[in-house]
């Protein structure tokens, strides 16, 4: 299959980290920790939310400093709600000044592999805590993206077109544009091309990715019949459906092949995928009938 996935034979992604107990257990504390103070800053948040809330002056100005800054992914500047509700709330305030150097710390853990991002979402209550505050900091909604990557996940790629087809798993993919760019240098392709003046160019996967959903009532996967079921490049990969516990996705001669800029990645943490097996025709053929409702249903769930 030299067209679908080059890389599957020759070319392994980057090998997961082992985890020592040692930083296991430091990945716990620091977990731990983090949901504690982050709970203990509600109060405040609370505070200076009701205090802005009170100005009058809908936060929406391109004008208004504080909001410029959230843009730009930096903390929005302390302004008159902060100090008031620093002096309602001088205990929840101190929590709250803790929270950056331990989002500093959280954040680089998560970067050692799918192992330490495993040990945050199984700490009790700190993902919902960070997902209802991810608004108050940068890096909380940096950490909420982190700790929303799907990790572990096994994927089956398939052409319908071509009858071929391949099994992967995959950690640490975001969204499906961070699946084409790590399957691209995965197969040696340069994901980051820039222009004669030095700036990055947009980026042009080689296929086009859509939902299983194109499949049915025997829809066209060329050109625009199937626009409805075009991944875009900024979906989740747990929005794709499961067939008995593997993520499911079609592949296609790209109609348009623009995808933006890959390397504006707010999570920062590299893709890895592993490949486990080539489909063949008959494998697909099979497979694919069972899907279309031709022959025996297979067992699917929705995306969890």
Known sequence: MPDLLPFVRDVVAVPRLKVAPELAYLSAVSFARLRDVLQAAVPFFLRRRAFRSRSGVPELFYFDRARDAELSGQPRPPDEADRKAATAEPTAH????????????????????????????????????????????????RLRRVAAVADDEVLRLIDPTRRTGVRFAASG?????????????????????????????????????????????????????????????????????????????????????????????????????????DMTPTDVDTFLKAWTGTAAEPRLRRAA
């Open 94 to 141: 101190r929590a709250a000044s803790l929270l950056p150097d331990l989002l500093d710390d959280v954040l680089t853990l998560t970067h050692h592999g799918p192992a330490l991002r495993r040990v945050l979402r199984a700490t009790d209550r700190l993902v919902p805590s960070v997902e209802a505050w991810a608004c108050e900091h940068p890096k909380l909604e």
């Open 173 to 277: 993919i975001e969204t499906i544009r961070d699946l084409h760019v790590v399957l691209a240098e995965s197969s040696g392709e340069d994901s980051l091309q820039l222009s004669d003046d030095g700036d990055e160019v947009p980026f042009e996967p080689s296929r086009q990715f859509l939902r299983p959903s194109a499949l049915q009532r025997g829809r066209s996967l060329e050109g625009w019949a199937a626009v409805d079921h075009w991944l875009w490049g900024m979906e989740s990969l747990r929005t794709l459906p499961r067939l008995d516990g593997e993520r499911l996705i079609l592949s296609a001669e790209p109609t348009i092949r623009t995808m933006g800029n890959p390397t504006a990645s707010a999570t920062g943490i590299r893709p890895e995928i592993e490949w486990i097996e």
